[in-house]
């Protein structure tokens, strides 16, 4: 992905070089998945969308660029060492970022993955107004001081759950970032205690630090899942031969299939109907027919692509449905080897599968054996919080 950046544009600093000691886990939480993506790529891909963001730092632990570097790849951000605190990171991520010159610079947490383009938004707006801008959500609950009973209360007027990102003149912030005592759990507060004015502005659940272990659930579900399905049909001519590609199995057959590439009519319809769920034009757009590299081709590849493309959008396939039109070959030996086949394509991706035939009784082209046709459905599941 290419930055959409316009002139002018500000600067994110996203910190990523946290442990994750109370969420636990194998790896630190922000290299494990949610939909299916690594949460620090959530929040990358959500700035190199937005147009009014220009340079993207990242700053991870010691030891771990490469592995941010792999699951960032195709986004136009730069990797660095961020510190032992966060507040060390964001200084270092600062010091870093200072050659790229910006006038302003949204600092971010790498565990608050779900970041919507119109909280970026609310977040430059109030930096139009002061040199500091953050975005908070009101506390609803009462709140009380206590240890096993409760002691006394707190008002809750007046007090507000900060998020991130938070936005501030660049160099303001890096002023007041390098001469402040360690303590600060946020930026916001590093340059408030420095004298400068930060503007609140309204936040989003949606924008959840992950947390606790429970967390990772609760983010699944504010993922607001959006099922999808598309339809895909495709027909290939008999010619000479002696087996016909089908559903990424060859069959033998009296003919074979006329095409550009292998004619694998079961997998040219599953990638169009994968493409048609997506929203994402057909199998001509992909792999252009005029191109002469997809000649001859082996068409999992297209469908291994469309697949990948679910992937990259946060998504899952669910179900992938072929019908196989013909007289002959007789396609129902020959289903297990294509479901394994498609389960092969689709990885982990599919996990359930259907193959179907039919006739057509003798009639229409089909019928008149000059042809095979194949019809396929798929439903997918995207996550819908944010327009991907
Ligand atoms: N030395 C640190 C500590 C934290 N962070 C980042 O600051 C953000 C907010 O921190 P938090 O949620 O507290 O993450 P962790 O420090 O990883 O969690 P924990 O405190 O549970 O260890 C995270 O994106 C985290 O990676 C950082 O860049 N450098
Ligand atoms: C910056 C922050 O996300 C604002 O809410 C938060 O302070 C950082 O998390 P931590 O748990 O305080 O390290």
Known sequence: MSSNASPGAA???IVAAGRSQRAGGDVPKQYRTLGGKPILRWSAEAFARHAAIGPIHVVVAEGEEARAEALLAGLPVTVGRGGATRQQSVRLGLEQLAASNPARVLIH???????????????LGGLNEAPGSCPALPVVDSLRRGGDSIEGEVPREGLWRVQTPQGFDFLLIRAAHASAAEGATDDAEVLRAAGHQVRLVP???KA???????DFETAERLLDWVTLSGSGYDVHKFGPGDHVWLCGVPVPHSHG????????????????????????????THFPPSDPQWKGASSDRFLAHAASL??????????????LICEAPKVGPHRPAMLARLADILHDHAPRLSVKATTTEGLGFTGRREGLAAQAMATIRLPGWSKI
Not at 109 to 123: G, S, T
Request: glycine residues 12%; aromatic residues 0%.
């Open 11 to 13: 600067a994110a600093l």
């Open 257 to 284: 299939l006329i095409g550009h590439s292998d004619a694998d009519v079961g997998l040219h319809a599953l990638t169009d109907a994968v493409l048609g769920a997506l929203g994402d034009g057909d199998i001509g």
């Open 208 to 214: 959840m630090k992950v947390t606790l272990p429970q």
């Open 310 to 323: 679910v992937a990259a959008a946060g998504g899952r396939i669910l179900h992938v449905d072929v019908t």
């Open 203 to 205: 936040g989003d659940e």
């Open 109 to 123: 947490d790498a565990a608050r993955p779900m970041l919507a383009a119109d909280l970026i938004d609310r977040v």
